[in-house]
């Protein structure tokens, strides 16, 4: 009798246990399919394309495609521009527009891990204006507060902004890595860098 007494509590917490890692196991949805889950928790994936403070809080753009998300934070978060996140949190409507209410972000692949050369920037800026890059190329011609950036053919030319208090001297014909914001001037119709966080700067590649 015991036997079958232990046997039948063998498999009501097997059962139990199922159960329990069927409701908590959370849908990693696409950012296209957010309307589809209002209400429930998901964990969503995204690059970071915008960042709104306040005193308590952190809204948080997330990119994915040509779909993106808003994120509410509770304080604020450490991703940048231009980093991967996980984001795990509920699905709500705030005003007329949906947002996720963040319970924990995780950083998969920060922007600048991987660099790339500037012809690739300059022939796929439309992914990266508005975050930051990590570009290499030649310095081609430095003033005091902007140098250029060129690639091994000079075919491809960009300029990058820095502050006086740039930690190294930059010299004309290094081949460098440069850190920096990729945006857009409206104005003058052309794009550039931007060295401007702490993050950012320009490293001698050898």
Request: glycine share 6%; proline share 2%.
């Amino acid at each position: 009798m015991k036997k079958y007494a232990y046997l039948a509590g063998s498999i009501a917490c097997i059962l139990f246990l199922y159960f329990l890692s069927a409701i908590s196991h959370l849908p990693e949805i696409s950012i296209s399919d957010l309307e589809k889950y209002e209400g429930k928790r998901v964990i969503v994936e995204g690059m970071v394309v915008d960042k709104e403070f306040n005193k308590k809080s952190e809204i948080v753009t997330l990119k994915d495609g040509n779909h993106s998300a808003r994120i509410f934070v509770h304080g604020s978060t450490e991703a940048s521009y231009g980093d991967i996140i996980k984001v795990t949190g509920r699905v709500e409507k705030y005003g007329s527009q949906l947002e996720i209410f963040s319970e924990s972000i995780e950083i998969c692949k920060k922007w600048d891990e991987k660099s790339m050369p500037l012809w690739e920037l300059s022939e796929n800026f439309e992914k990266y204006i508005g975050i930051n890059v990590n570009v290499t190329g030649y310095v081609d011609g430095v003033h005091s507060k902007y140098f250029y950036l060129t690639d091994f053919g000079r075919e491809y030319k960009i300029k990058v902004f820095y502050p006086e208090n740039l930690s190294r001297e930059i010299e004309n014909y290094e081949h460098v890595y440069v850190r920096a914001f990729f945006n857009y001037d409206p104005k003058n119709m052309c794009m550039y860098l931007e060295i401007k966080e702490d993050e950012h700067g320009v490293g001698r590649i050898d």
